[in-house]
């Protein structure tokens, strides 16, 4: 039998790959782009179809040509509706077509939120009169935190209207939340959901809503914990996602939780490896076991745990055309086991230095708390440095 992925994160297809060989089922990886997933492709073979993913008609005639078709699999934000209708235009297993568009609906999501008394403010459309400033301006679909603004007057405002290019959804205004970010790795199977731990969220200083680094599991109380597995199950509940993983990026203020947004998958950079390693398993098995309708015995398992894991972000300084980096040669000489995930190819062209989208690649370290293992991250990440032209 043969499950197909339509596009996935930039890394964990290899996990996915031994968990499909595991259950016996043949992956197939549908993308319209390979360059993606170049670092993964260099390590194993996987099979590949080229298709337009973009494009549902050429989705459609592709996955009518798959031999003994049982499972789709979408694990990304861009594809979630195409990847659920898909599945249900054949009778696959999957999530509702309608959940997962509210999901992708950040507006939707924070106004549902809001009326059950878990988001101190609404999301507002960005072009209505707004005074309550400082407000954060954001594309109601958006990924990579790309076009996402500190907002905090009428002119910065008007400027942020007036500069912003294609978008995915729609800007919408939510209130700005003050406090630590962090991000809880939660599995949810028909409406149980399981909170893995939580992980660290450090933001850029300069471009404020930048991802620069995190570390898993982040040490909480006995208390703080269980009160937040309540409260990012009780959220998704509230928001309809009833089945997969979810990456639930919150700031925990001085009134406690107050959601950033969800996303309806696994973390993205190295949130997942981040996963499989400090949980001591590969726990892309539960996308397998999703995927052909079977409870994932991940929900219920004994994890063994293994070290925690945290990576940092690698960004040039400036735009440019990248040549390499230096400093990857000392990386065999620091603490904490690290390993080096590029993401970009000497030639590649960085303009947009705001978001994750100037990301060269990531150093992954290990450590005995989360805490040790992000500062042997940062300290890594000091030695690299990406040279452009």
Known sequence: ?????????????????DAAA???QRLVLFTGDRSIYRYELSRRSIDVVDVDTFDASACTKALSSVPDLAGLISSTD???VPGAQLAADFGLPGPSVDAVRVLRDKARVRQLLHA?????????????????????????AGTSSRDVSLVRSTAELHAVLSGTG?????????????????????????????????????????YRFREESAAFPVAFGDKDSELLRQWVSEVLAVAGHDRGFAHVEFVLGAEGPELVEINARIGGA?????????????VYHAMIDMALDRRPS???????????????????????????????????????????YPTATP???????????????????????????AHRAHSAASLIHPTLT
């Open 1 to 17: 039998m043969t499950i197909v992925l339509l596009e996935a994160l930039s890394f964990g297809l290899g996990r996915i790959a």
């Open 22 to 24: 595991a259950a016996g």
């Open 78 to 80: 861009t594809w979630a």
């Open 116 to 140: 059950r008394g878990l988001s101190r403010g609404t999301a507002v459309d960005a072009t209505t009169e707004l005074t309550d400033f400082p407000l954060v301006v954001k594309d109601s």
């Open 166 to 206: 294609a978008l995915k959804g729609r800007l919408i205004a939510e209130p700005f939340l003050v406090g630590p970010v962090y991000s809880a790795e939660t599995l949810t199977w028909q409406g149980e959901t399981r909170l893995f731990g939580v992980s660290s969220r450090q933001l850029s200083p300069v």
């Open 270 to 282: 190295l949130v997942g490896e981040a996963l499989c390693r400090a949980l001591g398993t590969n």
């Open 298 to 340: 991940l929900l219920d398992a004994v994890l063994p745990g293994g070290p925690a894991v945290a990576f940092s972000l690698i960004y040039p300084t400036r735009p440019g055309r990248l040549v390499g980096w230096t400093g990857l040669d000392a990386l065999a000489m620091h603490p904490g086991e690290p390993e080096w």
């Open 347 to 373: 030639g590649d062209t960085f303009d947009h230095l705001a978001d994750q989208r100037s990301c060269t690649g990531l150093v992954l370290v290990h450590g005995d708390t989360a805490e040790l293992a």
